[in-house]
């Protein structure tokens, strides 16, 4: 038996993004609304200006892990099938799917008469060309893994597509909807190779100009876009711009329509004034120090339970987030499938300075943490720094641009000769699912890096099995007490410290519409539109 995704028609499926992204009411973080009464902005042209905190790393969905360039792959390439704003899984170049009861099998029926921005028609041979591809384990690419169970992908006809798992895996639609699984035009994956990071060329709203890192990347209006009457913009324009203060500037002076993150502890000084809305919701982005478990003294779980002892998760989130979000309490956010919520560890400096003392480093020790340069960034590590102090553990704080933050990492070939001691960092499981939350980032030794983000290091057979157990069946009940007990195992062990879930903040013009946040923290512009 057959189970069939409910297939939307352009109509609905085009009015469901649209009021999607419509709100104009900012919510604090118990989700009252706090929207406030203000003048509206004005707009001349149809040209976008939006204002991030991090320089992209590339343009390949295929081979990038961050949220950010993600965001604006999304523009320019899609996939088989994606998400509304509230993570359900939509069809986009799909129109339809078919998964067997084993979830082994999985056939897509894709969208016609579309076609790839260099002229290349979208059919099921493109499909195949790109996820043989990311299937292909001498690839070497980042998001491998994601696609690793993919046995064979087989061309039906012009238009249908057959994919053969190796085995089940219920969680496969909600990997197809992840942007990894955005799609290039074959030939441009030909002509560029992997340099299709700086030369994307796919079937999105928009098409791509250029990209100067540190400086900006560019893309503008495709004429000839599938879904009728979209974009509804010229250009947009992206710009890094990792200075807090100077993103909200951009945003009051209307250098920029759109910014995003808003610094937590500027929502009220902004929102409702100079035509600005702040939009506030919960998400799914978790917050973590993650410690090398390979690295004395993170080797002994005393001395990493000290440490989440050691920090006051309470005031991280005043203090840090300016209560933009929530204490967090299991691997994985609430919202994500299969979440189990654990016991907190609690903020006790004696119990952490017994621990320490139990695993003889009673006088504490010195370490790195590593991060972003961007002021959030900078401020949260700070905050970390300080809290240990307090049970001797002298931290340098080591923050880094992206891209250089990104090598010392991910380029690591034997995990002996990681660096890295502690990371402070953000995961988004763009699938919503548990898997996504765990697998890449717990999932034992081959999550580590390069092939995956296991940058903790962490390497626990039990959970290993229970994640293979959820993997290895479709039933939702049996997926669910596999990850609720990996969950528990991994908080037992303490691999992370583990600190908060996020509120999406986002500042806009009052005349755009049609732009938001996705609980993973990645944004859609697909929709956009400035309305007077």
Request: proline share 5%; net charge negative.
């Given at each position: ?71 604006v ?30 979830a ?9 008469n ?52 190796s ?14 699984g ?20 796919g ?29 509804k913009?010229d250009?947009?324009t ?145 905050f ?16 880094m ?10 380029s ?35 999550a ?33 007490q ?51």
């Amino acid at each position: 038996m057959k189970k069939a995704l409910s297939v939307l028609s352009l109509l609905a499926l085009s009015m469901v993004l649209i009021l999607a992204g419509c709100s104009s009411a900012s919510n604090d973080s118990d989700g009252k609304d706090s929207a406030k009464e203000t003048e509206k902005a004005k707009k001349e042209g149809k040209d976008i200006v939006i204002a991030v905190q991090d320089n992209f790393t590339g343009m390949d969905p295929h081979d990038t892990n961050d949220t950010l360039s993600g965001s604006v792959q999304k523009t320019m390439l899609e996939g088989l099938v994606g998400f509304d704003k509230n993570m359900n899984v939509i069809p986009v170049l799909a129109e339809e799917y078919l998964a067997n009861d084993d979830a082994t099998e999985f056939t897509f029926k894709l969208r016609q008469n579309v076609t790839f921005h260099d002229g290349t028609p979208f059919n099921a041979e493109a499909v195949k060309v790109n996820f043989d591809r990311l299937a292909d384990p001498e690839s070497g690419l980042k998001r491998h893994s994601l696609y690793s169970l993919i046995e064979k992908t087989e061309v039906i006809d012009e238009y249908e597509v057959k994919f053969t798992l190796s085995e089940p895996f219920g969680a496969m639609i909600n990997t197809f909807a992840h942007p990894a699984g955005l799609i290039h035009s074959p030939k441009a994956l030909e002509e560029f190779g992997n340099d299709v990071a700086r030369n994307p060329v796919g079937t999105g709203p928009f098409k791509f100009v250029e990209w100067k890192p540190s400086e900006g990347l560019e893309i503008v209006k495709n004429e000839d876009y599938w879904l009728e009457g979209f974009p509804k913009v010229d250009k947009i324009t992206f710009k890094p711009v990792a200075e807090n203060g100077s993103r909200i500037a951009m945003l009051q002076t209307g250098e920029a329509d759109f910014i995003y993150p808003v610094p937590t502890e500027q929502v009220e000084n902004i929102n409702g004034k100079n035509g600005i809305e702040v939009e506030s919701n919960p998400s799914i982005i978790v917050r973590y120090m993650a410690m090398n478990t390979l690295k004395k003294p993170y080797d002994d779980v005393r001395v990493r339970q000290a440490l989440n002892h050691a920090i006051n998760k309470e005031a991280f989130i005043k203090v840090v987030m300016n209560n933009q979000g929530n204490v967090l309490d299991s691997v994985i956010a609430p919202d994500v499938q299969f979440y189990a919520k654990q016991d907190a560890y609690a903020f006790d400096l004696e119990k952490a300075k017994s621990l320490l003392k139990e695993a003889g480093y009673e006088n504490g020790f010195k370490t790195k943490l590593w991060g972003g340069n961007n002021s959030s960034a900078i401020k949260a590590m700070e905050f970390l720094q300080q809290q240990l102090a307090q049970i001797n553990v002298e931290v340098e704080v080591v923050p880094m641009e992206a891209g250089t933050l990104s090598d010392r990492i991910w380029s690591v070939q034997n995990a002996e000769d990681a660096e890295i001691e502690l990371y402070y960092a953000g995961w988004s499981p763009s699938t919503g699912d548990a898997d996504w939350g765990m697998r890449p980032l717990l999932g034992g030794t081959e999550a580590y890096p390069p092939f995956s983000y296991n940058v903790a290091y962490y390497d626990n057979p039990k959970v290993d099995e229970s994640i293979l157990a959820a993997l290895q069946t479709a039933d939702l009940e049996k997926r669910g007490q596999a990850y609720e007990e990996a969950q528990n195992i991994i908080w037992e062990d303490a691999p992370w410290a583990f600190l908060s879930t996020d509120n999406t903040l986002a500042g806009k013009k009052n005349y755009l519409q049609g732009v938001y946040l996705l609980p993973d923290g990645s944004l859609s512009v697909s929709e956009i539109e400035i309305v007077e």
